[in-house]
């Protein structure tokens, strides 16, 4: 049990339709991180937040945005769902910034576009 | 793109027996960590080893770091069927606090 919880845990959209994903950090973790799991792959890092700023970003379209709330909370939205958008999509949270620290990841929202 | 290989890709073996899983990546490193994952769900976080650092134990896992030829292994020692997972290191750079993944080794414990 990691702390770090994500809903919904599937969604179907179709080509075109936006989506909003949720993750719930770990109280007091300051930093939240995206990850996009293509079927048989690592994850791929997608942005970094950090006390509601963003503080990194990977090599994903403008299309691909988040937010930071001050309770925890956090989003990924994606606007213009391709179907290479189809993927377990992960965040993790971590207490700050330092670079070795480990992170608590949710259990994912697989999201399948057709 | 990933910065670690994993290697193998997956691995079969009797319970009991010990399982070695190698990655290897390609620029310098602050850390390297490993992950499991099971059933295409959360990852959990096994191990970190820093860059001056050479081997690290946590009950029946043990990883060594290799800077000169830029590689890790992950050894599990007397395997369980709890241990069928899929398997990821994971590496930190510089002062870019983004983790750099492999694609994995799929490690299946059989009865």
């Known amino acids: 049990e990691t702390g770090v919880t994500q809903s919904p845990t599937h969604l179907i959209k179709t080509r075109g339709q936006q989506v909003t994903l949720r993750c719930s950090s770990q109280?007091?973790?300051?930093?939240v991180s995206w990850y996009q799991q293509a079927l048989g792959q690592g994850p791929q890092f997608i942005f970094q937040?950090?006390?509601?700023?963003?503080?990194g970003r990977g090599n994903f379209p403008p299309r691909f945005s988040g937010l930071q709330f001050p309770n925890y909370s956090s989003e990924l939205n994606v606007n213009a769902l391709e179907l290479d958008d189809s993927a377990l999509y992960l965040c993790?949270?971590?207490?700050?910034?330092?670079?070795?620290?480990?992170?608590?990841f949710g259990s994912g929202t697989q999201l399948s576009v057709l | 793109s990933q910065q670690g290989e994993e290697d193998p890709q997956a691995l079969s073996i009797q319970e009991g027996e010990n399982a070695t899983m190698n990655c290897s990546y390609k620029?310098?490193?602050?850390?390297l960590q490993w992950y499991r994952q099971n059933s295409g769900r959360g990852l959990v976080h096994l191990i970190l080893?820093?860059?001056n650092e050479r081997e690290k134990h946590s009950g029946r896992l043990r990883v060594t770091l290799d800077t000169s030829k830029k590689s890790s292994s992950l050894l599990i020692t007397a395997s369980r069927a709890a241990d069928t997972a899929s398997y990821f290191c994971?590496?930190?750079?510089?002062?870019?606090?983004?983790?750099?993944w492999g694609a994995g080794t799929k490690l299946i414990i059989k009865p």
């Open positions: 993790a949270s971590s207490l700050d910034l330092q670079g070795d620290e480990k992170l608590f």
């Open positions: 109280s007091g973790h300051n930093t």
């Open positions: 937040y950090y006390r509601e700023e963003e503080n």
């Open positions: 620029t310098s490193i602050n850390n």
């Open positions: 080893i820093r860059s």
């Open positions: 994971a590496t930190g750079q510089g002062s870019n606090y983004q983790l750099i």
